[in-house]
Structure formats: structure tokens, C-alpha cells
């Protein structure tokens, strides 16, 4: 059963940046079309980014210009960048395949307060 561990998330100020990572335990990730998820308190899980298995992506309008998704294949392991960061964009964060969902992991809190 393929395995997905997210960390990096922090309390931050607004204005300021993380950097998420997933790492996934297949060998296939390579072939996924990953995603970052987001769920803040009583709102449902979002999509906010993803990226083919060619580097291809696209992100939730908005994050655009803020956020960015990367991945390196080598490493089985998603990124996301996240830039001036607001108090909205506090949520658990979540790596996850884009359709056909793996098994969620525990996600990573992200708190964006002064």
C-alpha cells in the first residue's frame, strides 16, 4: 500500500513562505499526477495545485502567483512552495494523486498568523 507523508508545515507570519514535501513510498510516483490539498476548519478539502508526471501544472486561483508545485522524481517526493502567505491559507495541507485517490496521509498544519 502506497504511503504518503507530508511535512514542513509551521505557523508563519503573513508575508512569509513555506516549504511543503511529500514523500511518497511507490515506485510509480513517477507516473502520477500529484496534488496538493488543502481543508481548513469546516470547509471541505480543496485542490490548490498540480503537476503532470511531465512537470506540467496548474494551480486554484487563489494561490496563483504565490504558490508553486514541484516534484523530483528521483526522490519520490512532491514540493510546494508557498509564498506571502495570508491568514486564509491556513489549513491541513495534503499530497495526494490528482484521480484515483491513494490513501490520505496525516497532512501537515499550516497556521498563517501574526
Known amino acids: 500500500q502506497v504511503q504518503l507523508a507530508e511535512s514542513g508545515g509551521g505557523l508563519v507570519q503573513p508575508g512569509g513562505s513555506l516549504r511543503l514535501s511529500c514523500a511518497a513510498s511507490a515506485s510509480m510516483f513517477r507516473f502520477y499526477i500529484m496534488g496538493w490539498y488543502r481543508q481548513a476548519p469546516g470547509k471541505q478539502r480543496e485542490l490548490v495545485a498540480r503537476?503532470?508526471?511531465?512537470?506540467?501544472?496548474d494551480y486554484a486561483d487563489s494561490v496563483k502567483g504565490r504558490f508553486t508545485i514541484s516534484r523530483d522524481n528521483t526522490k519520490n517526493t512532491l514540493y510546494l512552495q508557498m509564498n506571502s502567505l495570508k491568514p486564509e491559507d491556513t489549513a491541513v495541507y495534503y499530497c495526494?494523486?490528482?484521480?484515483?485517490?491513494?490513501?490520505w496521509g496525516q497532512g501537515t498544519q499550516v497556521t498563517v498568523s501574526s
Open positions: 503537476i503532470t508526471n511531465s512537470g506540467i501544472t
Open positions: 495526494n494523486r490528482a484521480t484515483s485517490f491513494l490513501s
